[in-house]
């Protein structure tokens, strides 16, 4: 089993950064990808960014990319203890409930693929 921790939410003003801390305790070498989805108000939760443990892969959605970057601690040789979400260019539509979660499969946007989550960080952009 895989416990994930999020740290790093708060208020940030429009057009500022914020960086996002998950730290995975547990059996994380089972794990392949970690990865950070978000839920606003009213809306539906959605995928962010993931990325997984060999090789690096990443996947960002659309709405984030170029604006958002997911790394991991490399402390370790393809550890997933820590990975972080940088946040550039903060918009309100941003501000959301963020969780970060584990799978054991490659970067995938899909929240059914994977199977340990936080609890969750809030980040709240003001205009």
């Known amino acids: 089993q895989v416990q994930l921790e999020e740290a790093g939410g708060g208020l940030v003003q429009s057009g500022g950064s914020q960086v996002l801390s998950c730290a995975a305790s547990g059996h994380t070498a089972s794990i392949s990808t970690i990865g950070w989805f978000r839920q606003g108000p009213g809306k539906e939760r959605e995928f962010v960014a993931a990325?997984?443990?060999?090789?690096?892969?990443?996947?960002?959605?659309?709405t984030v990319k170029d604006r958002f970057t997911i790394s991991r601690d490399n402390a370790l040789d393809n550890a997933l203890n820590t990975v972080y979400l940088q946040m550039n260019s903060l918009k309100p539509e941003d501000t959301a409930v963020y969780y970060c979660?584990?799978?054991?499969?490659?970067?995938?946007?899909?929240?059914?693929?994977?199977?340990?989550w936080g609890q969750g960080t809030q980040v709240t952009v003001s205009s």
């Open positions: 979660a584990a799978s054991f499969f490659l970067p995938t946007d899909s929240a059914d693929s994977y199977v340990s």
């Open positions: 990325i997984s443990r060999k090789e690096d892969r990443v996947k960002y959605a659309d």
